[in-house]
T-cell receptor, first 113, second 116 residues
Framework: ETGVTQTPRHLVMGMTNKKSLKCEQHLGHNAMYWYKQSAKKPLELMFVYNFKEQTENNSVPSRFSPECPNSSHLFLHLHTLQPEDSALYLC????????????FGQGTRLTVV | AQKVTQAQTEISVVEKEDVTLDCVYETRDTTYYLFWYKQPPSGELVFLIRRNSFDEQNEISGRYSWNFQKSTSSFNFTITASQVVDSAVYFCALSEAAEYGNKLVFGAGTILRVKS
């Protein structure tokens, strides 16, 4: 069983649509992350949740709205996106603490048309 | 600000050749962590290694080896006797010490193509 699972794997949405990305981790971690990977930029950290509380928001536009109902699940709600938001969105999780690596899901390939 | 530079955008080698992927980092922290991740075509980032700033000992794991040199702020990754399955994008990342886990700053990645 994959440690971090993301659904859907691919998503095409119009600029007026509302959709959500889902992430689930089975590793018993308490920190969860959203990263954005686009063709023109390095991997960018978007949000961090620690014990369900948001601890980091890297100046992400409000059209991206994260939700973390519990330590195992993380959502990214999308609305009125722009074509430049097309990217691979990666979810990750880790233990809390300094010496810990993050484990990533396979990502959702998002295309905004 | 923290920064990770992977100057090699793309490297092509023939199977069985050795290849070194370069990583140079910048940080003002005295405690930090360095990582290497592999991203195969399937998309997920696969963790390869973590090294903390106080441990400069080089590490070898099978065909993989890592050379951490604090004096030059480098954390290079060598694959010995490369194989086609090594073809992927490799990312070097830097993390500052944080209570909640790690806040990773990634390099731009190096595309490695291993040809048979």
């Amino acid at each position: 069983e994959t440690g971090v699972t993301q659904t859907p794997r691919h998503l095409v949405m119009g600029m007026t649509n509302k959709k959500s990305l889902k992430c689930e981790q089975h590793l018993g971690h308490n920190a969860m992350y959203w990263y954005k990977q686009s063709a023109k930029k390095p991997l960018e950290l978007m949000f961090v949740y620690n014990f369900k509380e948001q601890t980091e928001n890297n100046s992400v536009p409000s059209r991206f709205s994260p939700e973390c109902p519990n330590s195992s699940h993380l959502f990214l709600h999308l609305h009125t996106l722009q074509p430049e938001d097309s990217a691979l969105y990666l979810c990750a999780s880790s233990r809390t603490g300094e010496d810990t690596e993050a484990f990533f899901g396979q990502g959702t390939r998002l295309t905004v048309v | 600000a923290q920064k990770v530079t992977q100057a090699q955008t793309e490297i092509s080698v023939v199977e069985k050749e050795d290849v070194t992927l370069d990583c140079v980092y910048e940080t003002r922290d005295t405690t930090y962590y360095l990582f290497w991740y592999k991203q195969p075509p399937s998309g997920e980032l696969v963790f390869l290694i973590r090294r903390n700033s106080f441990d400069e000992q080089n590490e070898i794991s099978g065909r993989y080896s890592w050379n951490f040199q604090k004096s030059t702020s480098s954390f290079n990754f060598t694959i010995t006797a490369s194989q086609v399955v090594d073809s992927a994008v490799y990312f070097c990342a830097l993390s500052e010490a944080a209570e909640y886990g790690n806040k990773l700053v990634f390099g731009a990645g190096t595309i490695l193509r291993v040809k048979s």
